[in-house]
């Protein structure tokens, strides 16, 4: 029998998370598959699409009470994007299901015609992003989907932090009139505050305010710099946390505001640090004239490391602690 694997926030991080009084609440994965299946009740045009992956995004239930609304393609990719599109261009609202590591590659090209170039109204889910599949290593890590989706024309881009920004996210490109891509994992995350209306996607939360530095974090990245802020409070300094759910559009007056207002700022993604938010938040800032000490915390250009998606963070510097020290060492501090 394996061990368990390491919990995503060491012990100082978990006190940290009391002491800010936030809360675990359930992984993104679930909470996208309960607010589908409400909208999907509510709304007959609903279809889910998916390749072989309806256990593993949590849809077993929407399977189950709305089979007619779901459509399973199997192990291809190409399909699902290709039958995706075509309903959606026979008036169906579409969410089109697959692990990001494959959605985003194996179908790339359909992305790019069949949806975006012929702007049918298809939301492209990503799901278990990032490194959430851990040791399984580079193969099922998604750590290039948001340079490659940001690079097409004509597709949002929406990578939620908690539940609630998951339910509005989903809610939001229900609404949306063009593609979309949704990006989620599977570890359980801290409820970080109401989300606002749907259609606030577009603009960042500041979850924290300060002007020594700026953490600008998406998806789940977002906790670990919320929690790092509190452990720089602690030898008094001020850190703002923005949280940006929709990385294209960016919200580009929040990261001018953030260069012009702090003294230094830290993008952090679940990402690799080639095409992703930090380098979007780097043009944002250089375009506007805006120099700030700056940092991208990523994953850097190389095979992740093998462990869990706790190792991989804890290794790459993006836990509390690692994200604690990046800005104590950007603002020349011990």
Known sequence: MSAPAPAMFSPRASAMA???GLRLGRP?????ADTLLELARADRRVRVVTSDSRGSAKLVRFAQE??????????????LVGVAAGLASAGKRV?????ACFLTTRALEQIKNDVAYSDHPVCLVGISAGVSYGALGSTHHALHDLAALRAIPNL????PADNAETAAAVRWALSATHPVYLRFGKAPQYDLGAAGKPEDMGW??????GTDVC???TGEAVIHALLAAGQLSESGLTARVLSLPMVRPLDVDAVRRAGRECRAVVTVEEHSVHGGLGEACAAVLMQAGVSVPFRVVGIPDEDTVTGSQADIFRHYGLSMEGLAATARHMLRLP
């Open 204 to 209: 960042a939360r500041k979850l924290r305010d």
């Open 95 to 99: 969410f089109a299901v697959s692990p």
């Open 215 to 217: 953490f600008v974090a």
């Open 18 to 20: 009391a002491n800010l």
């Open 28 to 32: 993104n994965q679930d909470v996208f």
């Open 156 to 159: 949002a881009i929406l990578v």
């Open 66 to 79: 709305l089979p007619g609304q779901i459509v399973e393609v199997g192990v291809a990719e190409q399909n």
